[in-house]
């Protein structure tokens, strides 16, 4: 496992492949970022837009507007509401043209609605753990006290308890130091040089395992090792940087504000546990020999995918899994793991490679197999608890479909227009101006559609959608 530095880097890798943190949470709890929080008052079934015999309803308006807030800049208004339901309606015919052209028949838009299937059953799955939590007024005071303070950390982490328990008996005899044991604990250049230097931590910029051992520890103390859902750790604290007369204003402000997060916080680590139990109780074992010959074939595909430290979540396109299959022909039926109820072969892993983070892969293939396999096995039971069925799994499953087949509309009009480069021209000035062919014609064939499809806007159901914290 590779750690990253940045104050939330220690766990960055795995919040994003095992959902660890899901988009969904910070939705319910934009604290973190935003004094703006969803207002979950009234009914998300409710349509905000006919299109044709398609509804889009204000769940799925939160569901793509949410997330493209948090992956831009733009801030929330009621005319960028606006604009964007008017887009998500252009998308939907989109969708339909799609649809009326059998798009939604090819494999991988099947694989693709499938995949995120399982995706949406297991978020609402995690979405409904810790929801019993209630923030009573210690824990608030606790963040709080903690908020006001941050910490100069330096970390050390292994996999193997024996490494760690070393590593910690060396720091106690004084034989070793931070500087000299990064070097062995960590792959990231960085944290090598720096002697696992973090940076400053103050509450929340961490898992709570990990915050409640950094805030156990006074200046120049070392922890002892303690576990996390990744591995071990020891944590030891440099500097302390407190702010001595908060007021009680200061804590009735921050209760106010925080109270959500703190519930995401407590949420998070409940769902932690749970994935470790559900681990745990699988009896995982891996075929080392067969997984290694898979490694040797696998990893030098992704790593023309892995450009450098803004490309750590870049995923091998199906295409390419469907040549390596070729290549491990002869091992595809091969017991890659086994595990309490059944075992997964070459090829079942395979079927999931496209899903996993290629900065995952390179770095650690065995977790990646259990990820992989703990994603099946999740969805698996939550179809068994009948969650497919549920409307909100419906919803997003709708959603997301949707923008598949509105992609694959807009690539095949991309393909009918031919590469031309006249004299004197770029590559850039062809590509150029295909682009702008491919607009016109776009914006053409959705103009056309809103000829025949009906479309109503229910605009004002979008005006309280936010409320103040």
């Not at 973190?32 to 929080?37: F, L, V």
């Not at 490494?163 to 008996?169: H, L, T, V």
């Not at 919803?395 to 227009?417: C, F, G, P």
């Amino acid at each position: 496992m590779e750690i990253i530095e940045n104050k939330r880097g220690i766990f960055e890798v795995f919040k994003y492949t095992s959902l660890f943190l899901l988009v969904t949470f910070m939705i319910a709890c934009t604290g973190t970022g935003s004094s703006k929080q969803v207002d979950q008052k009234g009914n998300d079934r409710e349509p905000v837009a006919i299109v044709g015999q398609d509804t889009i309803s204000l769940f799925q308006f939160k569901e793509s507007y949410q997330t493209a807030i948090m992956r831009t800049s733009v801030n929330d208004n009621l005319e960028n509401r606006k604009h964007h339901l008017y887009k998500m309606a252009e998308g939907f015919l989109m969708a339909q043209g799609a649809k009326e052209q059998n798009l939604d028949t090819l494999p991988q838009f099947q694989y693709r609605k499938n995949m995120f299937e399982r995706k949406a059953m297991r978020e609402y799955m995690f979405e409904n753990i810790g929801t019993e939590i209630e923030i009573d007024e210690s824990k608030l005071k606790e963040a709080f006290h903690r908020s006001r303070q941050s910490r100069l950390v330096r970390h050390l982490f292994s996999r193997r308890k024996e490494e760690i328990d070393g590593m910690y008996q060396q720091l106690k005899s004084g034989k070793a130091s931070f500087q000299t044991l990064a070097q062995k604990s960590f792959s990231d250049s960085t944290l090598r040089k720096n002697g696992g230097l973090l940076g400053w931590i103050t509450w929340g910029d961490t898992g709570i395992n990990f915050e409640n051992a950094v805030y156990s520890l006074e200046s120049g103390q070392i922890s002892k090792p303690f576990k996390s859902m990744y591995g071990w750790h020891i944590v030891k604290v440099e500097k302390i940087n407190r702010d001595i007369l908060p007021t009680s204003q200061d804590y009735k402000q921050f209760a106010a504000k925080n109270r959500k997060k703190l519930e995401r916080i407590y949420q998070e680590g409940q769902l932690s546990e749970y994935l470790n139990n559900f681990m745990k109780e699988q009896e995982l074992n891996l075929n080392i020999p067969i997984l290694r010959s898979v490694s040797q074939k696998l990893k030098p595909r992704f790593k023309q995918y892995f450009l450098g430290e803004q490309q750590k979540l870049n995923k091998l396109p199906p295409q390419n899994v469907e040549s390596l299959a070729l290549e491990l022909k002869d091992i595809l039926d091969e017991t890659l793991v086994s595990y309490k109820d059944g075992q997964w072969t070459v090829r079942d892993y395979l079927r999931r490679v496209p899903e996993l983070p290629a900065q995952f892969i390179l770095t650690d293939i065995e977790k990646s197999v259990a990820l992989a396999l703990r994603n099946d096995l999740l969805a698996e039971k939550a179809r068994k608890n009948g969650l497919d069925q549920k409307q909100e799994v419906q919803d997003r499953v709708q959603l997301r479909s949707y923008e598949i087949l509105s992609h694959l509309k807009s690539q095949q009009i991309m393909n009918s227009i031919p590469y031309e480069k006249r004299l004197n021209w770029t590559e850039e000035d062809a590509r150029l101006y295909r682009v702008q062919h491919w607009r016109h014609k776009k914006n053409q064939f959705i103009e056309q559609k809103k000829k025949k499809v009906p479309i109503t806007f229910h605009y004002n159901k979008l005006e309280n959608l936010y409320s103040e914290s």
